[in-house]
């Protein structure tokens, strides 16, 4: 049997309650639930709680929210428990040493306990069985910072653990700026729209981070890199990664993304003649993410691609990434989709399933 907490029950991690109760996923038992504000948590003989009606559960029953409480809930029980930080929150990552130290495990789909300072990166690295080499309990599994649900993270966990060199990991890791690009920009000659459009459509269809200038200021994907880049060996770091901000000046120091979002329309002639330019040329925008293991040309960067390209010719939301390395020197290829709620779920789920395959 293994207990879950689940931190954040916003987009994705309401998709992943919906995920575990329509599989009847056996012996997973969610035992409590956290929003910023309330919480609830099962009973002394930890069961399962009532996946039909949390929501209401939350808001009714629900005491005043306390991540130390919860965490303390969860390791006092007999069995295995695994915290699921759903959130976007700096300061829940920052916590995850402190539950690796209680026993918890930890899965995640938040960028910020890897990809933030690389002090935090290597306590949790200590801490973690599945990170220091130990493969001792307890775990932290985040696939889904990466691609969502796309098996990046465990493949290139299992390229170095065999002892392969990476060389380069380059591709196109958001979900947000592929969908928009490949609409925006391609040589079909059809109207997919403008560029605002696309953005706001990428929000709705649960593309975009909760705040969608962190997808378009290269922050999201400078963060993927950094998360790769530490996997294969390289201490990236955000403050000195270059990184291409494509948000205009005048839109970069707006107060709030619904300002933000409000006020992108007015940029969309300046996104259109970007597009032109390359069209002239024959190519299109992508916006592309290089972990430089050799080189130390690692970054964020907007590209132009010509039609036969691979990275030209995505449809949807998809990522492309690929690892060139000792094994494979042309090339390890992962595409599909990047982002969303169903897919991004799909990458915890699979976490969860390899702890509990662990510990049981
Ligand atoms: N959407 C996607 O395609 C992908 C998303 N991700 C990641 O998944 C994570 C979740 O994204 P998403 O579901 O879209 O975000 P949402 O904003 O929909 O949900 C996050 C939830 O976290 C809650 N929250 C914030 N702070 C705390 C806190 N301190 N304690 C408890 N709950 C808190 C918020 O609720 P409230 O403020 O009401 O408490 C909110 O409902 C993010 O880290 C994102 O980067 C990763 C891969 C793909
Ligand atoms: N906002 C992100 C979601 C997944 O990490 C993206 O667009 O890729
Ligand atoms: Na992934």
């Known amino acids: 049997m293994v207990n879950i907490g689940i931190v954040g029950v916003g987009l994705v991690g309401s998709e992943l309650l919906a995920q575990l109760k329509a599989t009847g996923a056996k012996r997973l038992n969610v035992v409590g639930m956290t929003t910023s504000k309330k919480m609830v948590v099962s009973n002394t003989s930890y069961s399962a709680l009532d996946l039909t009606q949390w929501k209401t559960d939350i808001q009714e029953q629900g005491i005043e929210a306390n991540l130390g409480v919860f965490a303390k809930y969860l390791s006092d029980a007999p069995d295995h428990g695994i915290i699921v930080d759903c959130t976007a929150s700096d300061a829940v990552a920052e916590l995850y040493p402190s539950w690796l130290e209680l026993g918890l495990s930890v899965v995640t789909p938040n960028k910020k306990g890897f990809s933030g300072p690389l002090s935090l990166y290597r306590s949790i690295e200590g801490l973690a069985g599945n990170l220091n080499g130990t493969g001792k309990a307890p775990f932290?599994?985040?696939?889904?910072?990466?691609?969502?649900?796309?098996?990046?993270?465990?493949?290139?966990?299992?390229?170095?653990?065999?002892?392969?060199?990476?060389?380069?990991?380059?591709?196109?890791?958001?979900?947000?700026?592929?969908?928009?690009?490949?609409?925006?920009?391609?040589?079909?000659?059809?109207?997919?729209?403008t560029f605002s459009e696309n953005v706001k459509v990428a929000k709705e269809l649960g593309y975009t981070e909760p705040d969608p200038r962190d997808d378009l200021n290269g922050m999201d994907v400078a963060?993927?890199?950094?998360?790769?880049?530490?996997?294969?060996?390289?201490?990236?770091?955000?403050?000195?990664?270059?990184?291409?901000n494509i948000v205009p000046g005048p839109l970069q120091t707006v107060a709030s993304a619904d300002e933000f979002m409000a006020k992108l329309p007015e940029f969309d002639d300046h996104f259109a003649k970007l597009n032109e330019e390359a069209n002239k040329e024959n190519q299109v925008l992508r916006c592309v993410g290089l972990v430089d293991v050799k080189g130390g040309q690692s970054g964020v960067k907007l590209m132009k691609y010509p039609g036969s390209h691979p990275f030209a010719s995505l449809q949807g939301s998809d990522n492309i990434i690929k690892f060139t390395t000792e094994y494979f020197p042309n090339g390890l290829i992962i595409q599909g989709a990047g982002a969303g709620a169903a897919v991004t779920s799909f990458g915890i789920f699979s976490d969860i399933l390899k702890i509990q395959g662990r510990v049981e």
């Not at 649900?149 to 990991?169: A, W």
């Not at 060996?233 to 990664?241: A, Q």
Request: glycine share 12%.
């Open 223 to 244: 963060r993927k890199v950094t998360i790769c880049g530490r996997l294969a060996g390289v201490d990236l770091d955000l403050s000195t990664l270059p990184v291409e």
């Open 140 to 193: 932290a599994y985040h696939e889904s910072t990466v691609g969502a649900g796309l098996p990046v993270l465990s493949t290139l966990s299992d390229l170095v653990r065999t002892g392969d060199k990476v060389e380069k990991i380059e591709g196109i890791f958001s979900g947000t700026l592929s969908f928009l690009f490949n609409n925006f920009s391609s040589l079909s000659g059809e109207d997919k729209g």
